[in-house]
C-alpha cells in the first residue's frame, strides 16, 4: 500500500510537468492550428531564465584576500555578489536563495515576448502550410534554440537549488499512519503540483469566465464564423501563442530544483507531452490535463522494479503502449471531440 | 550494323563506377609507406578525438586544453609541464627536449565523437584518411573507446585512450595499438571497498542502480564482488537508462527495499541527476536497520562533483587523479595548466595530457613512429613523474597500474574548485589483478598492426 501511494505521489510532479506543457500543446493547436515541435524548447527556456536570474544575482566583483590562497598559491580572490553589497548581505543573501520563485515573476514577461516573436516573426508564415512543414519549421526552431542554450550554458546540467525552506523533505507515510520513513516525499515537488494546479486553473478559469476567453473558444470551434462576426480573433490567438508560452516556461522555472537544467531537457519532455496530448484527445484542454497526470503516475508504477523485474524495460515503453491502446479503442483519445483533425 | 551508342545514362554510369574507384579510402589503397601515414615532411599530425558536443561536453573540452597544452610542451613553448618531471623507472630523465617528436614539429586535427560510437568513428576515420593522423587519442566515454580502439587496430595506427574506465578497455576488447593510463572499474572496486568497511562496517546491505551500458555493467560488477568480499550483501541492481534525466522512481523503492546503502553507478550529467534526487528523497538523513543511510558513487570527478553542488558533501569515490595532490609533476601540471586557463585541470585532462606525452616519449625511445616499434617501447615500460607515482605499462593488457585515489566529497570547501578531498592513496599493489582475471577474461591483444 505504502508503495503504491509513494509512486502515486511521484507520478504527481512529473504527471503536472507533462500536464502543463501538453496544456500549451493543445492551446496552440487548438486555437492556430499547429503543431508545435519548440513547446519542449520553451520549458527549456523556462528553467534557464531561472538559471540566468540566479547568474545574474550573483554576479560578483573581486577582491584580493592577501591572507588566504587560490589553488596556485596566489592571493586568493574573494568573489562578493554585488546584491549583498547593495542591499546588505541579508536582503542579498536571501534574494539569491529565492531566485527561483522570483523567477516567475522575470519569466512572464520574457516568455510572453519571446512566444510573440515567435508566432510573428516565424510560425506566422506557415499557417497555410502542411502540417508536416510546420513540424519540421518548428523542430529546427527547437534545434537551434537548445544550440544557443548549449553555447552559453555549456551541456553540463547546471544545479539550481530551491529556498532552504522547501530543501528538505517530509514524511507523508507518517501523517497517514503508516510507519515512519516509508513515504518520503521532498517538499519542493509538492509546491510543484500545488503550483501547476493553481496555473492550469488560471488559465480554465480565463477561458472559462472572461469575454476574451469566450472569444477564444469559440474561434477554437469555428474560427471562420468568429471571423466573419468582425472579431480580430488572429490577434487573440496570437496572444494565446504567448499565454501556452508562459505555461510552458513557468513550468520550466520551477522544475529546476527537480532537475538540473540542461539544454536538451525541453526535447525530453517535448516527446512524451505529445503523446499525453494525443490520449488526451487532440484540441482538449481537460483531456490533455488529465492524461499528463495519468501517463506521470503510470510511468513512475512501470519503474518500480516490482515491475521492471518481472518486465525489463517496461518503464521506457508504457507510456507508449497505453498510447497505441488507447488509440485503438478510442481513435480521438480519452476526450477528445468529433472533427479535430479530421477534416 | 553496330551501334555504338553513347547515351547520358552510360556516361553516368561509367563516371559513378570511375568515381568510386577514385574515392576508395585511401587506407586501403596506399601501399608507399611502410605503414599507415608515416610522416614524411618536417611535421606530424596527432588526432585528438573528444566530445564536443552531447553530455560528456564539458569533459571534452577539458581533455582539448590538456591536449593543447602538450603540443605546446612537446614543441617547446610554454613552461614545459610535465616534461621537466618525467622519468623513467630507472630513474633517468625523459628523451624528450621540447624539440617536437623525433625532430618533427608537433601538429593536431580535432574531431567530436559526439559521445557516440558510430559519431566517433567516424571523425577517427577522418583524421586517418583525411588529415595523416598517426596516432589518435581522446574520448569520454568507454562505448567510444571501444569503438575508436577496434578502428585504429584496423587501420594501424596507435590508440591513447582517453577517460575510459570499463573494464572492457583493456579487458575482453583490448587490442594491441590500444593504451589505456586511465583506471578502471576493477581497481576502483579493490580501492574503495577497504575504505567504506573501514567508514561503514562491513554489515551492510547495497543498493546499486546503473548506467545501462559497457561502463554500468563493469562497475556494478567491480563494486559489487569486492563489497561483497568483505562482507556487504547486494539487495538489489537496478539497470536506468543512459539519460535519464529524472531518477526519482528509482530512488524512492530504495529505502523499502532494506538496504542501508545506495552505491550510484553513473557518470556525468546522470550521476548530478541520480544523487541530486536521492538527496531530496531525503536517503542522506534517513535511517536503515538501525545505521545511517550512505550513499557511494564509484567514479567521481571534479566537472561532476561541481554539478552535484553540495549534495556530494561526504560521499565517497574513487578518481585517477585530483589537482591537489602535493607531489612534484601533479603541482607543475596543475601550475602550468591553470596558468595558462585560469582554474585546475580535471582528471579528464590530465590523464589526456600523459597519454600525450607517453606516446611522444615512446616514439622518441623508439626511433620511429612505426606503430609496432611505438607498441614494444610502451609495453612493460616503467615510468614516474607524471602524477601518480611510479606507473607501469603491463605489456600484457596495454593497461597502465598506479596508484588511486579515494576521495570524499570535501565538507567545507575552500575555493570553487576545492571539491573533493583525498582520503586515501590507494598502493598500485592492492589493486593489481592477473590479464586472465574474471572480470577482464576472454579478450586478447592480437598482434600489433602497422596499416598500409
Known sequence: MDAIILQILNGLDKGSAYALIALGLTLIFGTL??????????????????????????????????????????????????VEAWFGPEVGGWMIEWSVPLAIL????????????????????????????????????????????????????????????????????????????????????????????????????????TTFGMVVRAGMADRETVGLLGINIDRRFTIMFAIAAIVAGLAGVMYTPILSPNYHMGMDFLVLSFVVVVVGGMGSLPGAVLSGFLLGILQSFASMSQVTSVLPGINQIIIYLVAIIVLLTRPRGLMGRKGVMEE | MTKFDITR????????????????????????????????????????NVPQSGPYADEGADELRAYRLAVEHLNGEGDGGMLNTFTYGSGAKTELSGNGILGKKVEYVTGDTQTKSDAARASARSMIEKDGAVMITGGSSSGVAVAVQALCQEAGVIFMSGLTHSNDTTGKDRRANGFRHFFNSYMSGAALAPVLANAYGTDRKAYHL?????????????IRESTEDIGWETVNAVKTPLGAGDFSSYITPVLQSGADVLVLNHYGGDMVNSLTNAVQFGLREA??????????????????????????????????????????????????????????????????????L?????????????????????????????????????????????????????????????????????????VTYAPDHPQFAGGSLGSCNNGA
Open chain 1, 33 to 82: 492550428g499547429v503543431v508545435n515541435f519548440a513547446h519542449g524548447a520553451l520549458f527549456m527556456l523556462g528553467a534557464f531564465v531561472a538559471v540566468t536570474l540566479n547568474k545574474i544575482l550573483t554576479l560578483s566583483f573581486t577582491t584580493v584576500d592577501e591572507t588566504r590562497t587560490d589553488f596556485l598559491g596566489n592571493p586568493a580572490k574573494i568573489e562578493t555578489p554585488y
Open chain 1, 106 to 209: 522575470v519569466a512572464i514577461p520574457v516568455m510572453a515576448l519571446i512566444g510573440l516573436v515567435m508566432e510573428r516573426g516565424l510560425i506566422k508564415h506557415f499557417y497555410k502550410r502542411p502540417h508536416a512543414d510546420q513540424i519540421l519549421v518548428t523542430f529546427g526552431l527547437a534545434i537551434v534554440l537548445q544550440e544557443i542554450v548549449k553555447f552559453y550554458y555549456g551541456a553540463n546540467p547546471i544545479p539550481t537549488p530551491a529556498p532552504e525552506a522547501f530543501k528538505g523533505s517530509f514524511d507523508f507515510g507518517a501523517l497517514l499512519g503508516f510507519d515512519p520513513m516509508t513515504i518520503i516525499y521532498p517538499y519542493w515537488r509538492l509546491v510543484y503540483f500545488l503550483f501547476a494546479m493553481v496555473v492550469i486553473g488560471a488559465v480554465f478559469a480565463f477561458l472559462q469566465f
Open chain 2, 9 to 48: 545514362r552510360g556516361v553516368l554510369k561509367t563516371g559513378a563506377i570511375a568515381g568510386a574507384g577514385v574515392a576508395l579510402p585511401t587506407i586501403f589503397t596506399k601501399r608507399a609507406h611502410a605503414y599507415t601515414n608515416e610522416p614524411t615532411g618536417d611535421t606530424v599530425t596527432l588526432g585528438f
Open chain 2, 210 to 222: 546503473t548506467a545501462d551500458y559497457n561502463w554500468g555493467y563493469t562497475t556494478e560488477q567491480a
Open chain 2, 287 to 356: 535511517q536503515a536497520n538501525g545505521k545511517d543511510f550512505q550513499i557511494v558513487v564509484p567514479l567521481f570527478s571534479r566537472l561532476m562533483a561541481r554539478g552535484a553542488g553540495e549534495n556530494i558533501k561526504g560521499i565517497f569515490g574513487s578518481t585517477n587523479w585530483h589537482w591537489s595532490l602535493s607531489d612534484e609533476a601533479s603541482q607543475t601540471f596543475t601550475r602550468s595548466f591553470g596558468e595558462k586557463y585560469g582554474f585546475p585541470p580535471s582528471q579528464a585532462a590530465h590523464t589526456c595530457y600523459v597519454q600525450t
Open chain 2, 358 to 430: 607517453l606516446y611522444a616519449d615512446a616514439v622518441q625511445r623508439a626511433g620511429s613512429f612505426e606503430p609496432c616499434a611505438v607498441v614494444e617501447a610502451l609495453e612493460d615500460f616503467e615510468f614516474d613523474g607524471l602524477g601518480n607515482g611510479p606507473t607501469l605499462y603491463r605489456g600484457a593488457d596495454h593497461q597502465a597500474f598506479k596508484d588511486v585515489l579515494v576521495v570524499k566529497g570535501k565538507e567545507n570547501p575552500e575555493s570553487e574548485f576545492d571539491l573533493l578531498e583525498i582520503v586515501e592513496i590507494t598502493p598500485v599493489d592492492q
